[in-house]
C-alpha cells in the first residue's frame, strides 16, 4: 500500500532553518506528485508547495515563495522542504501528501491530494 512518512521536525529558534524529509514507498509507478502542507492550531490546513516526481516541475503558493524550497530524490524516493527564516508562526505539523497524477505539473492545493502522511511538528520558538 502506499505509504508516506514525513520526518526532520522539531524545535528551531526564530530565524532558522529546517528541512523536512517525506519518504514514499508502494508506488508502482513514477507518475505521481507530492505535495507539502501544514496546519496550526485552530486554523485550516493550507499548502506550501508541490512536485512533480516524474517532470520536477514544481510549485509554490505565494507565501512560501523565496523562503521555502521544495526537492526531490528519485533514488531514495524521497521529497525535501528546506525552511529558512522561520518565525513562530510557521509553528504547524507539517505533512506530505501524494496523488497519482499524469500530468507534468502539480497543485499545492490540498484537495488534490489522496495520500496523506501522519506529519511532523515544527515548532518555532525561542
Known amino acids: 500500500q502506499l505509504q508516506l512518512v514525513e520526518s526532520g521536525g522539531g524545535l528551531v529558534q526564530p530565524g532558522g532553518t529546517l528541512r523536512l524529509s517525506c519518504t514514499t514507498s508502494?508506488?508502482?509507478?513514477?507518475?505521481?506528485?507530492i505535495g507539502w502542507f501544514r496546519q496550526a492550531p485552530g486554523k485550516e490546513r493550507e499548502g506550501i508547495s508541490c512536485?512533480?516526481?516524474?517532470?520536477?516541475?514544481?510549485n509554490y503558493v505565494d507565501s512560501a515563495k523565496g523562503r521555502f524550497t521544495i526537492s526531490k530524490d528519485n533514488a531514495k524516493n524521497t521529497v525535501y522542504l528546506q525552511m529558512t527564516s522561520l518565525n513562530p508562526e510557521d509553528t504547524a505539523v507539517y505533512h506530505c501528501a501524494a496523488v497519482e497524477w499524469l500530468g507534468a505539473a502539480c497543485s499545492p492545493r490540498p484537495g488534490f491530494y489522496h495520500y496523506w502522511g501522519q506529519g511532523t511538528q515544527v515548532t518555532v520558538s525561542s
Open positions: 512536485v512533480n516526481r516524474r517532470s520536477g516541475t514544481t
Open positions: 508502494g508506488f508502482t509507478s513514477d507518475a505521481y506528485a
